[in-house]
């Protein structure tokens, strides 16, 4: 994300951090083939679908998804135009058409993205660099965004089980912030999911890393 603080979220690698080696440290210290891989088979991405990466980063998953499936209509939503120039620098490297909004995950785009029109929705290590409010907001305008039957897929740290994992994660805490990161710790997500309506919530799988563990979460907007 960006490279000034921000009141409503952390910078990608904290305030301190440089986005040019992102990529690199996201692949050491999350294991990140394994939880990705996850995601895009939990996602099964279908030709014709659009699918919202709300705070897509990089653009690595909007990527692999868009060249898993090129019949599908993949959008990238992420707030950092820096970030968002190395995401279109990888895409058109690797000859992939995504689509690119520069926004907060909780902003409304209707122009691009009217309110149920998304067949499906993903945000990964996003939620826990943001301060619960956001966390809510985000989940809110996800929500919002997918039809009626519509999915979300959320990976990102979840309840860390073990002294182990804990400790792991106090290095992301350290860069990320106590504050913002500790709803994550005590396994809060899938509350904040129920809450902004979604329903058949589901921990689909948990991926231990050197940073604590993934969790894979899928939920559902019910058919009205």
Known sequence: ?????????????????????????????????QWRAKLLEALAPENGETIVDIGAGTASMAILIKTTQPGARMVAIDPDPDIRLIAEMKAAKTGTELEFITAMGDAAVDNRLPPGTVDKVLTSLVLHQCPVPVKKSILQNAFRLLKPGGTLLLADYGRQRSISMKLAFNLVRLTDGYSDTRANKDGRLPDFMANAGFSDIMERSVTLTPTGSISLYTATKKET
């Open 1 to 33: 994300m960006t490279k000034t603080q921000s009141p409503d979220f952390t910078p990608a690698l904290g305030p301190r951090g440089s986005i040019g080696l992102y990529d690199r440290v996201i692949a050491l210290l999350t294991r990140e083939k």
